[in-house]
């Protein structure tokens, strides 16, 4: 019997031993696969740490997240007020220069034998014209409406 319990024990200890070289061999002399599983382990903590506010329903502004990140309250009215003023532009008279100057760039490319600069240049001009038709199709665009009467 103690002959058994002598032998467990030694097993353990080898086990042991083993473990702790393999550690210090991995501390001491890491190789790229250490490395990786380091910055593995790294990427799922920060990750873990950066959306714990976003993925739990019941947060209420706490995590790490700002103080009303559970609210799901947002203000876009400076990013709204940006994209009615770039909108502006696209479709007055900046967009008619882009659209001008692509079907003349279409022209002169084609003329000289660069007819994908060309089909570029005329899907360009085409986009400028169509542009409010567009977004009025695919997107909701009744805030920047109201924004642009704001003006």
Known sequence: MKTRITSVVASARERALDISRKVALAVTSPTEKHAQMILLAAGVIALGAGLSADAIAQAGGGGFGPPNAGSGDIEDGRIANAVATLFRYLEGSFGALIMAGAGIMAIAS??????????????????????????????????????????
């Open 110 to 151: 084609a003329a000289f034998g660069q007819y994908k600069a060309a089909m570029s240049c005329m899907i360009v001009a085409v986009g400028a014209f169509i542009l409010r038709s567009f977004m009025n199709t695919f997107f909701n665009t009744s805030t920047l409406d109201n924004i642009d009467q704001s003006f």
